[in-house]
């Protein structure tokens, strides 16, 4: 039984994600680690932030390991700090992008790397056969709490970025009440652009928008873009390892803000790989190919995308929900750097619609079923075995099911961060993609009402 999903541990707090799980887990890593080991730890902003956090301290301590607490801050700057800072392992709890009632632990390598699975099972089967490493009350580790590390990594972060051309930009920065709150606008404003900030307070609560930022939830952002004659918008999900952008116009989309992008890193770059998932679509080959781009698709998961990064000497590594991984700065996500060198390669916000003009026009669309985790690998198998769809070209099956068409693609895969299936499509005229789309999640609902609903 895995206990690690695609991005870490993550459950419903007082479900799995008890404080008594979280001790025994913490325990498990400090055995997978040598006791001269330090490990630094933050949270994001969520309310059970310190109850889970407390309980994976504990866990460690016991273990005999050092523990450095960083209070609540941004996953990138805990994994970067990790490296910058000379520790062995960081943990990181968060439950990223999922509602408020969910928490989790992720963990970083002492390179900023995120944890292979491989060590996670090591982290697993110690778990399981509870050989854990107790030690005397003498030996037992140090906690402490660090002091200045917002500006150790603002620090780090401006020396890497290129000389910005231009500061005559006003931008909305929307943390969604998460871990960028107070951080970005902040960051920003250092920069020298022109700040304004909506949902810039930390609230575990998520109440004025999804801890999730895309079209469906950023509306009230882009209406406070408008009133303030702003020109661009950067919206941060909850641990601010992901972000999208907006202008005056609307949501500048997942697919093309992860190609605008690429394009950006992969001019100045000897690399011309990109590392992306399943989950991105056709758009980002497209707008490479006159740049000699290759694309390479592995399982989705930002852990996943870094190692793929690593593997394939990428420029860069992206996820469509907006992962942006700059293997110059570090292989894991970035959206403090990303947003930065964004505004430092533009002139005018508009270069970004323009661009995305003169690639084809692709629907891309995407919907979640709710399903429990216990019934997921019985509706895949259904899908995979009675699924009918014309003209499928090729299947995958490295992560969830894509099938590949001549003028679209259709992807059903089991979330490994929430109880839920997703359904993805791309095509090349909005019907299409709505056919495919509305088909696919139909069918997934039944499967899994007659799932449930037999068990």
């Not at 999903?5 to 040598?34: E, M, W, Y």
């Not at 920003?188 to 930022?213: A, K, M, Q, T």
């Not at 209406?223 to 907006?246: H, I, K, M, S, T």
Request: negative net charge; proline residues 3%.
């Amino acid at each position: 039984m895995n206990l690690f999903g695609s991005s870490g541990i993550r459950d419903v707090v007082d479900g799995k994600l008890t404080p008594d799980f979280c001790l025994t887990i913490s325990q498990s890593i400090a055995a997978s680690l040598p006791q001269t080991a330090q490990v630094c730890i933050a949270t994001d902003a969520r309310v059970s932030r310190d109850v889970i956090k407390t309980a994976v301290t504990a866990g460690l301590l016991y273990g005999g390991i050092d523990v450095v607490d960083f209070g609540i801050l941004p996953t990138p700057a805990l994994a970067l700090l990790t490296r910058e800072l000379g520790f062995d392992t960081g943990i990181m709890i968060t439950a990223s992008h999922n509602p408020p009632e969910f928490n989790g632990i992720k963990l970083f390598n002492h390179d900023s790397l995120g944890y292979s699975r491989l060590q996670e099972e090591k982290i697993e089967n110690i778990y399981f056969s509870n050989k854990f490493r107790s030690v005397s009350w003498r030996s037992a580790g140090n906690l402490t709490v660090a002091q200045g590390v917002k500006e150790r990594y603002f620090k780090y972060i401006r020396r890497k970025l290129p000389i910005s051309r231009w500061h005559s930009l006003k931008v909305v920065v929307d943390p969604g009440n998460g871990a960028a709150s107070e951080f970005a606008s902040i960051f920003l404003r250092e920069l020298g652009y022109d700040v304004l900030s909506i949902n810039d307070e930390y609230d575990g609560l998520f109440p004025n928008r999804s801890s999730e930022p895309g079209e469906d939830t950023l509306a009230n952002t882009i209406d406070f873009l408008r009133e303030n004659d702003a020109d661009l918008a950067l919206c941060y999900d909850g641990d601010a390892d992901r972000v999208v952008f907006c202008d005056r116009e609307g949501f500048l989309g997942y697919n093309e803000m992860v190609a605008f992008i690429s394009r950006l890193v992969l001019k100045k770059s000897k690399s011309r790989t990109v590392a992306t998932t399943v989950e991105t679509g056709r758009l980002l080959d497209l707008a490479l190919a006159d740049l000699g781009g290759e694309v390479i698709r592995g399982k989705v998961g930002d852990v996943n995308v870094a190692h793929l990064v690593r593997e394939h000497d990428a420029a860069i590594g992206v996820e469509s929900v907006g992962v942006y991984i700059i293997p110059e700065l570090g292989c894991y996500p970035d959206s403090m750097y990303v947003s930065a060198l964004l505004l430092s390669e533009i002139e005018d916000v508009s270069e970004i619609r323009e661009t995305c003009r003169k690639w084809p026009e692709l629907f891309f669309g995407k919907a979640k079923i709710a399903c429990a985790n216990i019934t997921k690998q019985v509706v895949m198998d259904s899908i995979r075995d009675n699924y009918q769809l014309s003209h499928v070209k090729e299947t995958n099956t490295l992560d969830g099911l894509r099938y590949e068409l001549d003028d679209a693609w259709l992807l059903v895969r089991p979330s490994g961060t929430e109880p839920v299936i997703r359904v993805l499509a791309e095509a090349e005229s909005k019907d299409q993609m709505n056919q495919l789309l509305t088909s696919a999640a139909q069918r997934v609902r039944e499967l899994v009402e007659l799932s449930e609903g037999g068990a």
